[in-house]
């Protein structure tokens, strides 16, 4: 019997519950023998609105452009690290766009089985759910989606897992 999930994408947008998504993600991985991709997608199009209320001047744009290229780096380069703990290779991709649009054609043109995401935050109006990314990214998947909760329980269960076993140390 071939394994329900052969590639999965995590999605992780600078967040704790991203972070610990893709410790369940790189968790899935191992067990079920998949390719595990994290993403990261630069929100340029929430960059440009900002700039068009004139939120943010010209320099402004720039240096928080480059801020937010940084953190994609940093997030991804720690999920890389994470996965080779555990011995998953991480492929990595960051992207700028429309986050759940990139997503979603990311998913059906490279085949993706699962999505994982971390939790959904709290939603205090109609505006905030109709502006949640992760909301977007749920509802338009064209694959299962995985919302990770409960982080201490995947942290543990992170932990308790193997570490990889380097020249016969582990």
């Known amino acids: 019997m071939t394994e329900p999930f052969r590639s999965i994408l995590v999605y992780l947008d600078g967040s704790e519950s991203s972070v ?6 790189i968790a899935l991985a191992k067990r079920l023998s998949a390719t595990l991709t994290a993403m990261y997608v630069i929100n340029t199009q929430a960059l440009n609105d900002l700039v068009k209320a004139r939120i ?3 320099v402004e744009e720039i240096e928080f452009r480059q801020d937010l290229e940084g953190d994609a780096e ?3 380069r720690h999920v890389r690290k994470l996965g080779q703990q555990k011995n998953i290779e991480v492929q990595t991709v960051k992207l700028e766009g429309s ?3 990139l997503v ?3 998913l059906r043109d490279n085949n993706i089985d699962l999505l994982v995401l971390g939790g959904i935050s709290q939603i205090h109006s109609r505006r ?9 990214m749920m509802r338009t998947a064209p694959c299962p989606v995985l919302i990770v909760r ?3 329980k995947i942290w543990d269960m ?3 897992m193997p570490d990889a076993v380097v020249g016969g140390i582990v």
């Open 99 to 101: 986050v759940h649009t």
């Open 128 to 136: 905030d759910e109709l502006m949640s990314e992760t909301d977007r």
């Open 74 to 76: 940093r997030y991804l």
């Open 20 to 25: 610990t998504a893709a410790m369940a993600a």
């Open 56 to 58: 943010f001047v010209d």
């Open 104 to 106: 979603r054609n990311y």
């Open 150 to 152: 409960d982080d201490e």
């Open 158 to 160: 992170f932990e308790e």
